[in-house]
């Protein structure tokens, strides 16, 4: 990414006149990501809470609660009981907007403090947070505003 700052950078020296907008980008990853780190943490508190043996234990619990099993019906493996837990966790929106404000830090930081360009000239613009917007890896993309 330092590279990357640097030909912004001096692409902005070059033009004095134009200022950037900052959009960070959710990728499908991030999303992901951040639905397993939701669900790892309910589940460790599970554990806890309920005293049971080990992690697979509160995956079953979890799974069982959430997709009751037809009596007679073993569960599915564990790898795959919390695969479906995570299919349908939910999007943990406020986490996925603090990734986005901290990644659009990062840039404007490693602009400013870095590569010495004025903080205003670089405007924060909407975050692309849904995570249908983001195709292919989480980012900051760059604008020319007024």
Same mark, same amino acid.
């Given at each position: 990414?330092?590279?990357?700052?640097?030909?912004?950078?001096?692409?902005?020296?070059?033009?004095?006149?134009?200022?950037?907008?900052?959009?960070?980008?959710?990728?499908?990853?991030? *999303?992901?990501?951040? +639905?397993?780190? #939701? @669900?790892? =943490? $309910?589940?460790?508190?599970?554990? &806890?809470?309920?005293?049971?043996? /080990?992690?697979?234990?509160?995956?079953?619990?979890?799974?069982?609660?959430?997709?009751?099993?037809?009596?007679?019906?073993?569960?599915?493996?564990?790898?795959?009981?919390?695969?479906?837990?995570?299919?349908?966790?939910? *999007?943990?929106?406020? +986490?996925?907007? #603090? @990734?986005? =404000? $901290?990644?659009?830090?990062?840039? &404007?930081?490693?602009?400013?403090? /870095?590569?010495?360009?004025?903080?205003?000239?670089?405007?924060?613009?909407?975050?692309?947070?849904?995570?249908?917007?983001?195709?292919?890896?989480?980012?900051?993309?760059?604008?020319?505003?007024?």
């Amino acid at each position: 990414m330092g590279e990357h700052l640097t030909k912004v950078a001096d692409f902005l020296r070059r033009a004095p006149a134009i200022r950037l907008g900052l959009t960070p980008v959710a990728g499908p990853a991030d *999303v992901e990501s951040l +639905k397993g780190q #939701e @669900l790892t =943490a $309910r589940l460790q508190a599970r554990q &806890r809470e309920q005293k049971l043996p /080990d992690f697979p234990a509160a995956v079953l619990a979890e799974f069982k609660e959430r997709f009751p099993l037809v009596p007679g019906t073993p569960p599915p493996a564990p790898d795959a009981q919390l695969a479906r837990l995570r299919e349908v966790e939910a *999007v943990p929106e406020a +986490k996925v907007t #603090e @990734l986005l =404000a $901290r990644r659009e830090r990062v840039v &404007r930081d490693g602009l400013v403090k /870095d590569q010495g360009i004025p903080d205003e000239r670089l405007a924060a613009a909407e975050p692309a947070a849904a995570p249908a917007a983001g195709e292919g890896d989480g980012r900051v993309e760059f604008q020319i505003v007024q």
